[in-house]
């Protein structure tokens, strides 16, 4: 195939997405594939953003063991509400991320709540190492942020645990086939890299990023602890106030 | 023999209870805060002077030193690594850099909704950052001198009892000019500063 001409040239790109070998991302099972609303394989290396509304739930996936998911949360209409990794630990008076865990934003909001996690190898502490410090600005960039507003993130799929005397351990992550699955609460903007944990070099695989709508889960308990609740009640004040529209 | 080390004293200011400070700490510049009174938060935010973007990161100190307290020998990175300031001496122990800042809005969750209106150090650190072009975006996670935040086998954390005493210090060299912004925490409901907030001073010296 002749790329001399604009002809030829034009054939010749169009040839390649029809000869291209899909590798998206593993549909969750039980999920009416019309609800799915984004679906991507991120490569090591690789980055994403998407604005999710109210009501998504989000999986992100360890398919082969070696994903490290370093994400951030902005408020999707107000970016300048964003995840504060600070409040995330300190208020739920815990460091390490599971089932029930909120990400709160700076405004005492849930951004998004982790429903369901079968990794338990997570971290809050260390933040991205450069290339994923590098790929959530350029998903940033994508959204009209500015590095400044990148802020400290969390990391899914690689673990780290704190000795009593404040030392760091790593734990790696738990396997292929792991995943974790967020509830977003408000309009967030989720910017996403994949790559290496900043203490843990072990080789990154890929991370599958699937969402869809399941506004019925906002009415889910995933924890009762008072500043769950106290969280909760801020964020559905705040919505309605906005949007005139109760809870779902 | 003796070798006497005589400093020139830059700046010597006290900072009320609850209320804000900062400064550009020139490189080679030493700061020194002192609990005047003894288990007093400090929370701190750190900007290199010539490029505000780049900030403190609490995650990447954590990271180079694999430790998540602060104390004498801890290197104050930038997000791009760059190293802003040095513990070159430390009285006290276990300085926070995980647990971030009281806000109007955490304080609502943490303690309950009465608190919403009560003074917290976001506050602060907006109110003096707007004095160098700041704003709410360029708030990150901080350092807390002198408070103490441990974090058990299954990932409890919480602020307890602070080690610090009265007159205890902790020193600081600036590595290149750094803006230090100063929360001299009014935070009331919980042991960071034994439920009552006092003083500190700050010694610049060069």
Redesign the interface.
Known sequence: MTTANTTGARDHARAQAAAAIGDGPERPAGVDATNITFAQRIPAGGYANVVLARGTRVRLSDTDGGACAHLLLLRAESPWERLNVADTVKVPWQAYLGAGHPLLSDQGRVLATVLTDASGHHDTLCGPSPAGRQGLRMAGVKQGLEPRDIGPTVSFFRGVRVESDGALTITGGSGAGAAVELLVHLPVTLLVANAEHPLDPTPVTPLDLVAWSAPGDLALSPNSDPEYLRAVENTEQDWHARTLEARA | MSITTTRTVVRDETVPARASWSAVVRAGEQLEIIDLHGNQAVDCLLYNAAD??D?Y????T??AQ????LGAGSVLLS?S?AALMTVTADEVG?HDT????C????N???Y??HTRHQHAC?ENFLAEGLKWGL????????INWFMN???E???????VDGLSAPGKTITLRAEIDTLVLVSNCPQINNPCNGFDPTPVRMVVTR
């Open positions: 505000h973007t900030r990161s609490a995650q990447a954590i990271t694999r430790n998540i307290f997000e690594g276990n995980v647990a971030g800042a806000s109007q809005e955490s609502t969750l943490r309950g909704h976001v704003g709410k975006r360029d708030l990150v996670s901080n935040v441990p974090v086998a299954d990932g409890t954390l919480g602020i």
